[in-house]
């Protein structure tokens, strides 16, 4: 059981490049999401998904797009990167639409774009 | 709309005394609480939470949380620090009656702790 798995863990884009962040989770959650984390601002939502076929809009989705096709799996892509989108990123997942559920973190993908 | 307020950027502590990270919430239902911590280069590990029952929560490496509805404050607190406490502190909060939220948790801007030997 792996968890919650996130590549890559760095990258360096140029800004303009498309590239896309892999998540897994092997703990058959329903509920995948993407968040990014910038200094004094705890994590913000990006996109989620609340089973494979249906992803949503969070708070700040701008620049960024999201598919699920499977249950296991939620990429992100950066279809033209900014250098406003220099970020840490992290992928969550937790198992149903309870609220109380716990959600778990991914290691995080460090992202610089120049 | 839901928020979380962490007043302090930083904590400062000697090991072995009491350690407390602050955190006040504003949520329209039933508050439903997380703790997480980061260390350097790290994902968020899950601490504690509160949903329902007793308003002192006890949660992973010896911190515990104390749930105060009418202060709307959930601050963590551990007796006494370990220089590998060292870390960054989330509090989080989610509307417990809104069902439909999924994973939709507001975080707070986070805590810096270091505990000094």
């Known amino acids: 059981n792996a968890g919650v798995t996130q590549t890559p863990k760095f990258q360096v884009l140029k800004t303009g490049q498309s590239m896309t962040l892999q998540c897994a989770q092997d703990?058959?959650?329903?509920?995948m999401s993407w968040y990014r984390q910038d200094p004094g601002m705890g994590l913000r939502l990006i996109h989620y998904s609340v089973g494979a076929g249906i992803t949503d809009q969070g708070e700040v989705p701008n620049g960024y797009n999201v598919s699920r096709s499977t249950t296991e799996d939620f990429p992100l892509r950066l279809l033209s990167a900014a250098p406003s989108q220099t970020s840490v990123y992290f992928c969550a997942s937790t198992y149903r639409a309870n609220s109380g559920n716990t959600i778990y973190f991914g290691e995080g993908s460090w992202l610089t774009v120049v | 709309a839901q928020s979380v307020a962490q007043p302090e950027d930083q904590v400062n502590v000697a090991e072995g005394n009491p350690l407390t990270v602050k955190c006040t919430y504003s949520v329209s239902g039933n508050p439903y609480l997380f703790w997480y911590v980061q260390y350097p280069n790290r994902g968020l590990q899950f601490l504690l939470k509160?949903?329902?029952?007793?308003?002192l929560v006890k949660g992973s490496y010896g911190f515990e949380a104390e749930f105060n509805k009418s202060q709307t404050s959930f601050h963590l607190k551990k007796p006494s620090a370990l220089v590998s406490d060292s870390a960054l502190y989330f509090c989080?909060?989610?509307?417990?009656?809104?069902?439909?939220?999924?994973?939709?948790?507001?975080f707070g801007g986070g805590t810096r702790v270091l505990v000094k030997p």
């Open positions: 703990m058959n959650h329903e509920y």
């Open positions: 509160y949903i329902t029952g007793d308003n």
């Open positions: 989080a909060v989610r509307d417990g009656e809104v069902e439909a939220a999924g994973n939709k948790l507001t």
